[in-house]
């Protein structure tokens, strides 16, 4: 009997000979009962969208096609890595690790230059004054933060995390940013002797 349809009642169809003779053979083949395979071929069509009048080779070549696309631009990806990351990085390897003759310079060939002597005193006031700016470029960022964090609102969802909204004009934003890169730039290393 057929599992969960015991209870079920059976009723006639009337098919050809032929046909019958087929089903019946195609029934064997599965190992099902006559209304179990019936019922399995119909999921099958419904289920996967297609017609018995369908044929599946157009369907079968495009996704064949599809697939075949899918590994060639996997290959393409691959191959790019391959030669924009991993043979540059394996060259500058394999140059480090050569072993380059080491030529013999002599003290005219670097250019050495006498340093000026400065006092105790210049040098005492070069680093206060660095001191005191780079206090000032952290106080005005320190109050650039406070701003941006009082600026901040909690947005509570209801259907994901919450999260802080900016509240501040697209000028405003601009303004900061400017800063930012000022900041940057004024903090960027000096070469004073």
């Given at each position: 009997m057929d599992k969960g349809y015991e209870r079920e009642r059976f009723e006639s169809v009337s098919i050809k000979t032929s046909v019958v003779d087929k089903f019946r053979r195609f029934c064997k083949?599965?190992?099902?009962?006559q209304s179990m395979t019936l019922l399995l071929m119909l999921d099958f069509f419904e289920l996967n969208g297609i017609s018995p009048n369908e044929k599946l080779g157009a369907n079968?070549?495009?996704?064949?096609?599809?697939?075949?696309?899918?590994?060639?631009?996997?290959?393409?990806?691959?191959?790019?890595?391959?030669k924009n990351e991993i043979k540059p990085t394996n060259a500058m390897m394999q140059?480090?690790?050569?072993?380059?003759?080491?030529?013999?310079?002599?003290?005219?060939?670097?250019?050495f230059e006498t340093p000026k002597l400065i006092t105790e005193n210049e040098e005492l006031t070069y680093y206060r004054q660095?001191?005191?700016k780079t206090q000032e470029n952290y106080n005005a960022l320190k109050y650039?933060?406070?701003d941006i964090i009082e600026k901040s609102k909690?947005?509570?969802?209801?259907f994901s995390t919450g999260y802080f909204r900016l509240e501040i004009t697209k000028e405003g934003f601009e303004q900061l940013k400017e800063k930012l890169k000022d900041v940057h730039h004024h903090n960027a290393t000096e070469i004073r002797r």
């Open positions: 083949k599965m190992s099902k009962s079968m070549t495009t996704l064949e096609n599809r697939i075949k696309r899918r590994i060639n631009a996997l290959i393409a990806i691959v191959k790019n890595i391959e140059a480090l690790f050569q072993e380059t003759p080491i030529e013999d310079k002599t003290e005219e060939d670097y250019k660095k001191y005191y650039d933060v406070e909690y947005i509570k969802s209801n």
